[in-house]
């Protein structure tokens, strides 16, 4: 299926947001996440993810390290603050509501 540009673009933030708080990663683990996450339907580009990242970071509800991967290459890991941990709560129940909504329209259609 192809999803659209603008569910991918509202989805990114709570995406990222949650898979960090699984734990500490770099970009492209986070695409491979998304992916998996979605059965190979959400397939992210670099070029989509790091503005996100970038302005996540800028916004200090993520920060950025470095450090070695095993092959000894340089990695920038990404970390979700305390400020993300409160964003990913807000964006979860507006997500939450959103898909009650939908949910709602949809099973009525279904009835007609």
């Known amino acids: ?7 991918i673009a ?7 947001l949650a898979i960090l708080k699984q734990g500490d990663s770099y970009g492209y683990s986070i695409i491979k996440k998304v992916k998996e ?11 989509m993810l790091y503005p996100v990242l970038h302005r996540l970071e800028d916004q200090n509800l993520i920060q950025s390290y470095w ?6 290459r ?10 993300g941990l409160k964003e990913l709560e ?3 129940k507006q997500w939450d509501m959103v898909h ?8 009525k259609l279904n009835q007609e």
């Open 74 to 83: 340089r990695r920038k890991y990404y970390t979700i603050k305390d400020d």
């Open 90 to 92: 807000l964006q979860k």
């Open 37 to 47: 996450l979605s059965g190979n339907e959400l397939v992210w580009s670099e070029g």
């Open 10 to 16: 509202a989805s990114a933030v709570p995406l990222i």
């Open 1 to 7: 299926m192809n999803v659209s540009k603008d569910l």
């Open 67 to 72: 450090r070695n991967s095993e092959t000894g």
């Open 100 to 107: 009650s909504a939908l949910s709602k329209t949809w099973q």
